[in-house]
């Protein structure tokens, strides 16, 4: 991915478009946008070839949106943020599938009830830095998993259960980036 943005970097450099000491900010750029594409095209596309459309259009909703509110957990590499990422709509759709009918009413509830243990969590470790704490994120977060309560008490069903363990994959990413943030300061 970066051989590929710097080519094209470079090669906006001789065409004269960009100066020579703009190369690398665009090629950071390109890089960063060519890698959000693919995995995304790679997703929906995995999810309209196995009928999937709904639960693909959940998991955008709830990681574009989450993405933009709190900054996460990052992967070194393009390879391991796209395993990471398809990882979880994977683990999500095998889950809500895996799980009977009977028990997705319980599986709801948990998984809420430990999406909002971690995020209160993340907020109590995280509170040393105020830069990065998110209202609109917790806001966000919390309305969501009041939603996913009430559907998970009133309609359970396989999407409430999908969502649940997005939300969770999320919740304890923001976790795990709080604790290796305080570990390393």
């Known amino acids: 991915m970066e051989y590929i943005s710097r080519m094209i970097s470079k090669s906006f450099c001789k065409l004269g478009y960009i100066e020579a000491n703009q190369i690398e ?38 990681f574009i949106v989450s993405r933009s509110l709190r900054d996460r957990y990052h992967a070194k590499t393009f390879m391991s ?3 990471m990422t398809f990882g979880t709509y994977l683990l999500a759709l095998v889950l809500s599938y895996v ?5 997705q009413m319980y599986w709801g509830i948990y998984l809420v009830l430990l999406n909002c243990l971690i995020v209160y969590y993340t907020n109590v470790l995280g509170n040393d830095d105020p830069e990065k704490h998110s209202d609109k994120f917790d806001y966000f977060f919390y309305v969501l998993n009041c939603v996913l309560l009430l559907t998970s008490i009133l309609a359970p069903s396989q999407l409430t259960v999908f969502s649940s363990v ?6 304890s990413t923001s976790y795990f980036n709080v604790e290796m943030i305080n570990e390393n300061a």
Do not use: K, P, Q
């Open 81 to 83: 943020c796209f395993i």
């Open 166 to 171: 997005v939300t969770l994959v999320i919740a």
């Open 25 to 62: 900010d665009l090629r950071y750029g390109l890089e960063v946008v060519i890698s959000n594409a693919i995995t995304l095209l790679s997703i929906l596309g995995f999810g309209i070839a196995i009928h999937r459309f709904t639960e693909t259009m959940i998991f955008f909703s709830i």
């Open 99 to 103: 799980i009977a009918a009977e028990v």
